[in-house]
T-cell receptor, first 110, second 114 residues
């Protein structure tokens, strides 16, 4: 079964500390993974995708096929990083849809 | 380019009523997908439309339905509303198929069922 698991509902981190938002997936095909972010009172928006290997707003995410993980990391948290983060898996075989995890709320403490 | 527009933004209904939500995608986008967002379940996929055809449907009862028009605008309908249908309903458009992952979301329609 296709599934995205974000084990933490809430993650509180001090400003300047490293951040790691965990995401694990279950998919028998070749995975395409994404992180979406929703800041307070803003639309849900794409943060980054694994195939581009970009660093957006200081965040990076590496696909680990062995551990079926796609954790989102940032070395030094900033207060403006406080938001809801969703990990998403693209399912392209037969179906064509995006499966989202339940989300992790990141709270940056001053 | 104007973003994805959803109407109405807020609405209150009572149990047993029905509701229709509208979504206008970004100009040129042919794919529209709908999601239900709740604090407990996160984002749950409802359905996807591409060129007026429903390509996928999530695990929701038949009370949830949708359609897409020739101009790519989409509507979703929920009949016989239940208290548990209270949620933020998000629409997203995509330049290609939804599975490409490049989704552009609207601000949502917040439905409260009393």
């Amino acid at each position: 079964a296709q599934r995205v698991t974000q084990p933490e509902k809430l993650l509180s981190v001090f400003k300047g500390a490293p951040v790691e938002l965990k995401c694990n997936y279950s998919y028998s095909g070749s995975p395409e993974l994404f992180w979406y972010v929703q800041y307070s009172r803003q639309r849900l928006q794409l943060l980054l995708r694994h195939i581009s290997r970009e660093s957006i707003k200081g965040f990076t995410a590496d696909l680990n096929k062995g551990e079926t993980s796609f954790h989102l990391k940032k070395p030094f948290a900033q207060e403006e990083d406080s938001a809801m983060y969703y990990c998403a898996l693209s399912v392209r075989r037969r179906d064509d849809k995006i499966i989202f995890g339940k989300g992790t709320r990141l709270h940056i403490l001053p | 380019k104007a973003g994805v527009t959803q109407t109405p933004r807020y609405l209150i209904k009572t149990r047993g009523q029905q509701v229709t939500l509208s979504c206008s995608p970004i100009s040129g986008h042919r794919s529209v997908s709908w999601y239900q967002q709740t604090p407990g379940q996160g984002l749950q996929f409802l359905f996807e439309y591409f060129s007026e055809t429903q390509r996928n449907k999530g695990n929701f009862p038949g009370r949830f339905s949708g359609r897409q028009f020739s101009n790519s605008r989409s509507e979703m309908n929920v009949s016989t509303l239940e208290l548990g249908d209270s949620a933020l309903y998000l629409c997203a458009s995509s330049p290609g198929l939804t599975g490409t992952g490049e989704l552009f979301f609207g601000e949502g329609s917040r439905l409260t069922v009393l």
